[in-house]
T-cell receptor
Framework: DGGITQSPKYLFRKEGQNVTLSCEQN?????MYWYRQDPGQGLRLIYY???????QKGDIAEGYSVSREKKESFPLTVTSAQKNPTAFYLC???????????????FGPGTRLTVL | SQKIEQNSEALNIQEGKTATLTCNYT??????LQWYRQDPGRGPVFLLL?????KEKRKERLKVTFDTTLKQSLFHITASQPADSATYLC???????????FGTGTRLQVTL
Protein backbone atom coordinates (compact mmCIF):
# COMPACT_ATOMS: atom_id res chain seq x y z
CA ASP A 1 0.00 0.00 0.00
CA GLY A 2 1.25 3.46 -0.83
CA GLY A 3 1.24 6.12 1.80
CA ILE A 4 3.08 8.26 4.30
CA THR A 5 4.38 6.91 7.57
CA GLN A 6 5.48 8.90 10.58
CA SER A 7 7.23 7.52 13.59
CA PRO A 8 6.97 7.40 16.44
CA LYS A 9 3.29 8.11 17.12
CA TYR A 10 4.07 9.47 20.59
CA LEU A 11 7.37 10.99 21.66
CA PHE A 12 8.50 12.33 24.99
CA ARG A 13 11.53 14.50 25.39
CA LYS A 14 13.28 16.27 28.20
CA GLU A 15 13.88 19.97 27.96
CA GLY A 16 17.16 20.77 26.26
CA GLN A 17 17.23 17.64 24.11
CA ASN A 18 17.08 17.52 20.34
CA VAL A 19 14.69 15.00 18.83
CA THR A 20 14.16 13.79 15.26
CA LEU A 21 10.76 12.90 13.81
CA SER A 22 10.65 10.51 10.91
CA CYS A 23 8.58 10.90 7.74
CA GLU A 24 8.70 8.43 4.86
CA GLN A 25 6.55 8.23 1.72
CA ASN A 26 6.38 5.62 -1.03
CA UNK A 27 4.05 7.61 -3.27
CA UNK A 28 6.90 8.88 -5.46
CA UNK A 29 5.87 12.44 -4.60
CA UNK A 30 8.23 15.30 -5.29
CA UNK A 31 7.13 17.75 -2.59
CA MET A 32 7.06 17.15 1.16
CA TYR A 33 5.94 19.33 4.06
CA TRP A 34 6.09 19.55 7.84
CA TYR A 35 3.29 21.19 9.80
CA ARG A 36 2.72 21.83 13.47
CA GLN A 37 -0.78 21.77 15.01
CA ASP A 38 -1.59 23.07 18.47
CA PRO A 39 -4.92 22.40 20.23
CA GLY A 40 -7.76 24.29 18.55
CA GLN A 41 -5.37 25.67 15.96
CA GLY A 42 -4.91 25.21 12.27
CA LEU A 43 -1.84 23.73 10.63
CA ARG A 44 1.24 25.94 10.55
CA LEU A 45 3.97 25.27 8.02
CA ILE A 46 7.45 24.61 9.44
CA TYR A 47 9.51 23.58 6.40
CA TYR A 48 8.86 22.26 2.92
CA UNK A 49 10.88 20.65 0.17
CA UNK A 50 10.07 20.63 -3.52
CA UNK A 51 12.97 18.47 -4.62
CA UNK A 52 15.74 16.32 -3.19
CA UNK A 53 18.58 18.28 -1.56
CA UNK A 54 16.53 21.46 -1.41
CA UNK A 55 14.13 22.83 1.21
CA GLN A 56 12.62 26.15 2.26
CA LYS A 57 11.54 27.67 5.55
CA GLY A 58 7.87 27.92 6.26
CA ASP A 59 6.14 30.32 8.60
CA ILE A 60 7.53 28.96 11.88
CA ALA A 61 10.95 27.46 11.07
CA GLU A 62 12.84 28.80 14.10
CA GLY A 63 14.07 26.01 16.34
CA TYR A 64 13.60 23.32 13.68
CA SER A 65 15.82 21.78 11.01
CA VAL A 66 15.22 19.35 8.14
CA SER A 67 17.07 17.40 5.47
CA ARG A 68 15.98 15.90 2.16
CA GLU A 69 18.71 13.51 1.09
CA LYS A 70 16.29 11.01 -0.46
CA LYS A 71 13.03 11.57 -2.29
CA GLU A 72 11.18 9.26 0.11
CA SER A 73 12.37 10.78 3.36
CA PHE A 74 12.02 14.18 5.04
CA PRO A 75 13.04 14.01 8.72
CA LEU A 76 12.38 16.92 11.07
CA THR A 77 14.64 17.73 14.01
CA VAL A 78 13.18 19.71 16.87
CA THR A 79 16.11 21.42 18.53
CA SER A 80 16.52 22.73 22.03
CA ALA A 81 16.16 26.23 20.57
CA GLN A 82 12.45 25.63 19.98
CA LYS A 83 10.80 27.37 22.93
CA ASN A 84 7.51 25.52 22.99
CA PRO A 85 7.90 22.22 21.15
CA THR A 86 4.94 20.31 22.64
CA ALA A 87 2.53 19.86 19.72
CA PHE A 88 1.13 17.48 17.12
CA TYR A 89 3.46 17.26 14.10
CA LEU A 90 2.14 16.34 10.68
CA CYS A 91 4.09 15.41 7.58
CA UNK A 92 2.53 15.67 4.12
CA UNK A 93 3.50 15.10 0.52
CA UNK A 94 2.27 16.26 -2.86
CA UNK A 95 2.76 14.65 -6.21
CA UNK A 96 4.20 17.58 -8.10
CA UNK A 97 6.14 20.53 -6.83
CA UNK A 98 5.39 24.01 -8.04
CA UNK A 99 1.70 23.41 -8.69
CA UNK A 100 0.47 25.44 -5.76
CA UNK A 101 -3.02 24.62 -4.66
CA UNK A 102 -3.99 22.52 -7.64
CA UNK A 103 -2.78 19.27 -6.11
CA UNK A 104 -4.02 17.67 -2.94
CA UNK A 105 -1.67 17.01 -0.07
CA UNK A 106 -1.47 13.56 1.49
CA PHE A 107 -0.89 13.51 5.23
CA GLY A 108 0.76 11.04 7.56
CA PRO A 109 -0.81 9.94 10.87
CA GLY A 110 1.16 12.48 12.90
CA THR A 111 3.59 12.42 15.83
CA ARG A 112 2.54 13.85 19.17
CA LEU A 113 5.59 15.35 20.89
CA THR A 114 5.51 16.13 24.58
CA VAL A 115 8.33 17.93 26.35
CA LEU A 116 8.60 16.98 29.99
CA SER B 1 -2.12 40.59 6.39
CA GLN B 2 -3.49 37.42 4.88
CA LYS B 3 -6.16 35.73 6.94
CA ILE B 4 -8.39 32.67 6.68
CA GLU B 5 -11.38 32.47 9.00
CA GLN B 6 -13.48 29.47 9.86
CA ASN B 7 -16.09 29.42 12.58
CA SER B 8 -14.27 28.27 15.69
CA GLU B 9 -17.49 27.27 17.40
CA ALA B 10 -18.62 23.71 16.86
CA LEU B 11 -21.55 23.15 14.55
CA ASN B 12 -24.14 20.77 15.97
CA ILE B 13 -26.78 19.39 13.64
CA GLN B 14 -29.25 16.55 13.55
CA GLU B 15 -28.76 13.50 11.39
CA GLY B 16 -30.31 13.90 7.96
CA LYS B 17 -29.98 17.68 7.88
CA THR B 18 -27.58 19.65 5.69
CA ALA B 19 -24.46 20.99 7.37
CA THR B 20 -22.99 24.22 6.00
CA LEU B 21 -19.50 25.34 6.95
CA THR B 22 -17.97 28.68 6.02
CA CYS B 23 -14.46 29.71 5.02
CA ASN B 24 -13.73 33.43 4.62
CA TYR B 25 -10.43 34.89 3.54
CA THR B 26 -8.86 38.32 3.24
CA UNK B 27 -5.86 39.64 1.32
CA UNK B 28 -5.69 36.52 -0.82
CA UNK B 29 -6.36 35.94 -4.48
CA UNK B 30 -6.19 32.16 -4.54
CA UNK B 31 -6.54 30.24 -7.74
CA UNK B 32 -7.59 27.14 -5.78
CA LEU B 33 -9.31 26.33 -2.53
CA GLN B 34 -9.25 22.92 -0.87
CA TRP B 35 -11.28 21.26 1.89
CA TYR B 36 -9.95 18.57 4.23
CA ARG B 37 -11.47 16.41 6.95
CA GLN B 38 -9.55 15.74 10.17
CA ASP B 39 -10.52 13.21 12.82
CA PRO B 40 -9.13 13.57 16.37
CA GLY B 41 -5.49 12.56 16.62
CA ARG B 42 -5.15 11.86 12.90
CA GLY B 43 -3.84 13.62 9.81
CA PRO B 44 -6.19 15.56 7.53
CA VAL B 45 -7.71 13.82 4.53
CA PHE B 46 -8.37 15.66 1.27
CA LEU B 47 -12.02 16.01 0.24
CA LEU B 48 -12.51 18.52 -2.56
CA LEU B 49 -10.68 21.13 -4.61
CA UNK B 50 -12.35 24.02 -6.39
CA UNK B 51 -10.79 26.44 -8.85
CA UNK B 52 -11.40 30.18 -8.96
CA UNK B 53 -13.32 29.89 -12.22
CA UNK B 54 -15.63 27.21 -10.81
CA LYS B 55 -18.67 28.33 -8.86
CA GLU B 56 -19.57 24.92 -7.49
CA LYS B 57 -18.11 21.43 -7.14
CA ARG B 58 -19.88 18.27 -6.01
CA LYS B 59 -18.76 14.86 -4.82
CA GLU B 60 -21.41 12.46 -3.56
CA ARG B 61 -23.05 14.21 -0.55
CA LEU B 62 -20.49 17.03 -0.53
CA LYS B 63 -20.80 20.37 -2.27
CA VAL B 64 -18.38 23.28 -2.28
CA THR B 65 -18.97 26.80 -3.58
CA PHE B 66 -16.33 29.44 -4.21
CA ASP B 67 -17.24 33.13 -4.45
CA THR B 68 -14.14 35.16 -5.25
CA THR B 69 -16.10 38.42 -4.99
CA LEU B 70 -17.25 37.70 -1.46
CA LYS B 71 -13.94 35.94 -0.74
CA GLN B 72 -15.83 33.02 0.69
CA SER B 73 -16.24 29.28 0.27
CA LEU B 74 -19.17 27.28 1.60
CA PHE B 75 -18.90 23.54 2.28
CA HIS B 76 -22.14 21.57 2.44
CA ILE B 77 -22.78 18.02 3.59
CA THR B 78 -26.27 16.86 2.67
CA ALA B 79 -28.12 14.07 4.49
CA SER B 80 -25.53 14.27 7.25
CA GLN B 81 -24.65 11.18 9.30
CA PRO B 82 -22.98 10.73 12.69
CA ALA B 83 -19.94 9.40 10.77
CA ASP B 84 -19.54 12.89 9.27
CA SER B 85 -18.61 14.22 12.71
CA ALA B 86 -15.08 15.62 12.41
CA THR B 87 -13.17 18.87 11.99
CA TYR B 88 -13.23 20.36 8.51
CA LEU B 89 -10.35 22.55 7.31
CA CYS B 90 -10.20 24.86 4.33
CA UNK B 91 -6.87 25.63 2.69
CA UNK B 92 -5.70 28.18 0.14
CA UNK B 93 -2.53 28.36 -1.87
CA UNK B 94 -0.34 30.85 -0.09
CA UNK B 95 0.80 33.06 -2.91
CA UNK B 96 3.81 31.01 -3.94
CA UNK B 97 4.04 27.90 -6.02
CA UNK B 98 4.04 25.20 -3.42
CA UNK B 99 2.43 26.22 -0.15
CA UNK B 100 -1.03 25.95 1.32
CA UNK B 101 -2.31 28.00 4.24
CA PHE B 102 -4.91 26.27 6.40
CA GLY B 103 -7.78 27.71 8.38
CA THR B 104 -8.26 26.70 12.00
CA GLY B 105 -11.11 24.37 11.10
CA THR B 106 -14.71 23.96 12.21
CA ARG B 107 -15.78 20.95 14.27
CA LEU B 108 -18.98 19.34 13.08
CA GLN B 109 -21.04 17.15 15.41
CA VAL B 110 -23.93 15.18 13.89
CA THR B 111 -26.33 13.70 16.40
CA LEU B 112 -29.06 11.09 16.06
Amino acid sequence: DGGITQSPKYLFRKEGQNVTLSCEQNLNHDAMYWYRQDPGQGLRLIYYSQIVNDFQKGDIAEGYSVSREKKESFPLTVTSAQKNPTAFYLCASKKTSGTGGSDEQFFGPGTRLTVL
Amino acid sequence: SQKIEQNSEALNIQEGKTATLTCNYTNYSPAYLQWYRQDPGRGPVFLLLIRENEKEKRKERLKVTFDTTLKQSLFHITASQPADSATYLCALEAGTASKLTFGTGTRLQVTL
